[in-house]
């Protein structure tokens, strides 16, 4: 099949570039080009938003090891039916991602049934257990984009700190799940405060996470190492991000369809698929996300896809994973509530927000229409109204609290290196 | 009042006029208690399950004191005799019973909300006989029983409820009853163990037991459960004890006539002093008494709704 495409007559939006303009894009062996490519694949892209493909910082493939939950191959098709061409992989795998072997397996197995391009995170320590540094540099060289213990956050401040002192030697960025396992204790299990005392479920606070982002904070400061505060929850993170910010700090952040969404409140009949971590707040959390993500303070969107069985979520709520898929539903919701709803955000802020920010955090030559970048390429409908079914899901897993909502915008083509991915039903 | 509920899962879902008809019915069972023979026919051929997935005995025991009262037949799972300590689900636990017909599932279960999501489930009526922090509604409803019987009224009284208020399911089917039947609730401990979000349900909180102590129609203290002292909410049973124990001397400025009560079991010394658990105060033992009844009615009403149709 042809990786060679003539996408026509759409609005074209680049952020990389500052284009928002009606005009054509071209794609030619797999490459953006100027010119129309001889035999491309014709598109009409009339009445669509045209725009670099969408990446997902962070998402959980589940493979090796959770074959149950989610494969490389449905995890990459779920990315392409949301209209991500590009996903990083988290490493908390089984074996853990800690160990070049692993990253340049899950490589190869992206490369035969991946339909969207992986980017593999290696944990920080070995096992991710937070003590012992894992090889970082043979990580690199294998090709991770970032590290991380997602999920483990490295409690020991030591560690913490020689982690972003070795990584600036690669150049590259930290990931952290930022929480505080002491005020996180092992039986808590959604946000602290009306419903959880009400609910009788042990609850964590903010401060779980707000001491966590100051601290990296502290350390990105100190050690010049980027740290990327993974999905964000909590309203006093977005203070303490934006303060370091305003100082140069190399500190961002990162925030999730559902973190904007949905509140504690939604707990209230023990629904297991609304249980993760970090967990549901306030709305005053809300709207400081919101807030942090119309001044800049944010500026990436992710999923925290976390997939898990059926047979896994359907249990007491105590016994249940963390997690909800998110590939799918994570545009949808973004434009109904950033765009439509909330008005917080013009449609080119948001689709840097999807390509070009992560991209430059991540350090990958995506996220744009400039001539000679890989052909990926989003066609986004943002005022198409659909309606969340998960039976239709690509992912394994059904775990979303969205089934049933009803979403304005959406991708309708998705375009890895020139071919298409995924396109949307009649 | 007509009664449509096949599961009584917690008291913050119930309205008072629906506590109020189980009071009623209760009070009648408790006339079959008096009884030479203390047997009614209400639940002959229904089958009832006492699924206990967390230790207990005086809850199961007066759980399975009421079926067998009520002619139901009546079988006992414990977990640690069961398919769930070979790891088998709570759904397909639930779902084998409910292939053995069985008409009634009670249970007690360590996680907040497992008696929902078994209800939601289940064509077979569910009652709630404590999950995890979350509520143990027949407790609550046993207690406001009490109070009604001793004091003639709910409406009005000035109910303290001491200790271990985060962690107990007592307390949180206590306060939604005692708030929605119009009493006045404060609730009283160190604040590692009040969470001030109780506030929003309209009770006081305090901190000073002795301040509030004299003007109390009913003091209700709750069990200290040791392993919190080890997480750290307050330093020891001695200083708890001397702060929020129900002493001999505090008990001497009780009001005339107030209620001592105590879900049980007691851990004398340290929350309440043997001399005032079983002195005049005390309605302990009637809460007992009155549980059986109360648990009557619950099964009786519950039982008699339909089931609905298996998922």
């Known amino acids: 099949m042809s990786n060679s495409m003539n996408i026509r007559g759409g609005r074209v939006i680049d952020p990389s570039a500052g284009r928002d303009a009606a005009g054509d894009v071209f794609i030619a062996g797999g490459k953006i080009c100027a010119e129309p490519a001889e035999g491309g694949v014709e598109v009409d892209a009339r009445g669509l938003v045209v725009c670099p493909g969408f990446i997902d910082i962070h998402v959980h493939l589940r493979e090796p090891g959770h074959g149950a939950k989610e494969t490389i191959e449905t995890g990459t098709r779920a990315a392409a039916a949301g209209g991500f061409t590009s996903v990083v992989a988290m490493p908390n795998t089984h074996p853990v991602a800690d160990h070049p072997g692993i990253i340049a397996w899950m490589l190869e197995r992206a490369a035969e049934v991946g339909v969207v391009n992986v980017f593999p995170t290696g944990a920080i320590t070995v096992g991710a257990q937070g003590e012992q540094l894992a090889p970082i540099g043979a990580m690199a060289a294998a090709g991770i984009v970032a590290v991380t213990d997602d999920g483990r956050c490295v409690q020991n401040h030591e560690v913490m700190r020689r982690a972003a002192e070795y990584c600036g030697m690669f150049g590259l960025p930290m990931f952290d799940h930022c929480q505080d396992a002491s005020l996180a204790g092992p039986e808590a299990m959604m946000h602290e405060g009306y419903w959880s005392t009400m609910l009788g479920l042990p609850g964590w606070p903010r401060m779980a996470e707000e001491i966590i982002v100051a601290r990296d904070a502290m350390l990105a400061e100190a050690t010049g190492t980027r740290i990327h505060c993974q999905h964000l929850s909590s309203g006093g993170s977005v203070r303490l991000l934006r303060e370091a910010r305003l100082r140069g700090v190399p500190l961002s952040g990162e925030v999730c369809p559902h973190h904007i969404a949905l509140t504690d409140e939604s707990v209230r009949d023990y629904d297991t698929d609304f249980k993760m971590n970090p967990p549901l707040r306030e709305q005053a959390d809300i709207d400081a996300l919101l807030e942090g993500i119309a001044d800049g303070t944010i500026e990436v969107l992710a999923t925290d896809h976390a997939p898990h069985a059926i047979y896994e979520k359907e249990v007491e709520f105590a016994a249940a994973p963390f997690g909800i898929v998110g590939l799918e539903t994570a545009v949808g919701l973004f434009c109904s509530i950033l765009l439509h709803q909330k008005g917080v955000l013009a449609l080119p802020e948001l689709i840097a927000m999807l390509t070009a920010n992560p991209a430059r955090l991540v350090g990958l030559d995506r996220g744009t229409l400039s001539i000679g970048a890989p052909g990926d390429v989003t066609l986004l409908d943002p005022d198409r109204e659909w309606t969340v079914d998960r039976s239709t899901f690509a992912s394994k897993a059904r775990n979303t609290p969205f089934h049933g909502w009803e979403l304005k915008g959406r991708a309708v083509r998705t375009v890895v290196g020139g071919r298409t991915a995924w396109e949307v039903g009649v | ?311």
């Open chain 2, 1 to 311: 009042m007509k009664w449509t509920r096949k599961d009584l899962l917690a008291l913050s879902e119930m309205s008072a006029e629906e506590i109020i008809f189980v009071l009623d019915t209760a009070a009648e069972f408790k006339d079959v208690g008096r009884r030479r023979l203390k047997k009614v026919p209400s639940l002959r051929g229904k089958t009832l399950v006492n699924l206990f997935v967390e230790a207990s005995t005086r809850t199961r025991t007066s759980f399975e004191l009421a079926a067998v009262r009520l002619s139901a037949d009546v079988v006992n799972i414990t977990a640690g005799g069961s398919s769930l300590s070979k790891g088998e689900s709570l759904k397909d636990t639930a779902k084998n019973l409910e292939a053995l017909a069985a008409d009634l599932i009670v249970l007690r279960h360590s996680a907040a909300g497992a008696s929902r999501f078994l209800a939601a489930r289940l064509g077979a009526g569910v009652i709630n006989a404590g999950d995890g922090s979350h509520e143990h509604p027949t407790q609550g409803l046993l207690d406001v029983f009490t109070i009604r019987e001793r004091l003639g009224r709910i409406e009005g009284v000035k109910v303290g409820i001491v200790g271990d208020i985060r962690f107990s399911r007592v307390a949180r089917s206590d306060i939604q009853a005692l708030t929605k039947l119009g009493a006045e609730v404060t609730l009283i401990g160190p604040p590692t163990l009040v969470p001030r979000e109780f506030g929003r349900l309209g009770v006081r909180l305090t901190d000073r037991f002795d301040d509030v102590l004299g003007e109390l129609d009913v003091v209700n203290l709750l069990r200290i459960q040791h392993e919190r002292q080890k997480a750290g909410h307050f330093p020891g049973t001695g200083e708890y004890a001397s702060l929020f124990g129900l002493n001999a001397s505090r008990a001497a400025r009780l009001k005339q006539g107030a209620l001592v009560m105590h879900p049980g079991p007691i851990h004398r010394g340290i929350e309440l002093d043997g001399s005032v658990a079983d002195g005049p105060h005390s309605v302990i033992l009637d809460q007992v008494t009155n549980g059986l009844a109360v648990r009557m009615a619950v099964l009786y009403l519950c039982g008699s709704v339909p089931p609905k149709e298996g998922e």
